[in-house]
């Protein structure tokens, strides 16, 4: 169990602004991806570069100078949320990273630049922050043969899952899954602290999820090579919004 996510985002700049000013340089200090957690989309592993005209189709071209980042909990209660980035990254650019808590139906919003790679942990606020819980994974690199940044997100349950969540661009759900897994099935491995530890975290021979993660396989990364939960390139537009909770969009790809 991982305890070194200590550090709680509540951010309040809004998206309009950061496209406006430059913006201040943070306050408090970002954790770093502790080297036991299992990072997917965190990673800086952009694919090969693409053609032109496959470019054309994603809608690829120079993002905003930053990356918005906003999380809204659409549950009734309070979340926890912990923030790292990769060590070779650079601090977000805006925002509060001190200790924090986004209450139920609240939202918490940060900038990050070029170059950063990190994500997000999520769990109901009366448990503690362990390594086996939801990830929000994202980077905003610039991949080999590009001269401009992509953006990257994905939802990450390879760890293990303590709420559902999905990411959207341009109002469309591009990764997460919203279902409970809690009530559809029985949890292999429940950490006490709001966390079921996924059997598959550090297999990367898996080729389906385990029973209990699959109704979310191919929507979350519910495994080491769950690669079609990933959302590379759909969101150049700067604007990321990740939602928690089961009234949260569904993703079109999970189970129905």
């Not at 150049?236 to 999970?254: D, L, R, Y």
């Amino acid at each position: 169990m991982v305890s070194a996510f200590t550090t709680a985002l509540l951010l309040t700049f809004s998206s309009r602004a950061l496209a406006a000013a430059l913006l201040p340089a943070v306050t408090g200090v970002e954790g770093v991806i502790p080297s036991g957690v299992v990072t997917i989309g965190a990673r800086p592993t952009p694919p090969p570069r693409a053609p032109g005209h496959i470019k054309a189709a994603l809608g690829l071209g120079p993002g905003p100078q930053y990356v918005t980042i906003t999380i809204t909990n659409k549950g009734d209660g309070a979340i926890s949320t912990s923030h790292a980035r990769a060590p070779t990254a650079p601090p977000m650019v805006s925002g509060n990273a001190d200790p924090g808590v986004i209450p139920a139906r609240g939202q918490a919003e940060f900038a990050v630049p070029t170059g950063w790679i990190g994500n997000v942990a999520v769990v109901p606020s009366q448990f503690q922050i362990t390594g086996d819980i939801t990830l929000l994974e994202a980077n905003y690199v610039i991949p080999n043969g590009y001269s401009y940044a992509v953006a990257d997100v994905d939802v990450s349950f390879v760890n293990g899952i303590s709420l559902p969540a999905t990411c959207s661009c341009d109002n469309a759900v591009v990764t997460g899954c919203n279902k409970d897994l809690w009530k559809l099935g029985t949890c292999p491995n429940n950490n006490g602290q709001g966390g079921c530890v996924n059997p598959l975290r550090s297999d990367t021979s898996a080729t389906e999820a385990a029973p209990f993660f699959r109704p979310c396989q191919h929507a979350a990364w519910t495994y080491v090579e769950d690669g079609a939960a990933d959302a590379w390139g759909a969101c150049q537009s700067g604007h990321i919004t990740c939602c928690v909770g089961t009234e949260c969009a569904p993703n079109p790809k999970q189970s129905p």
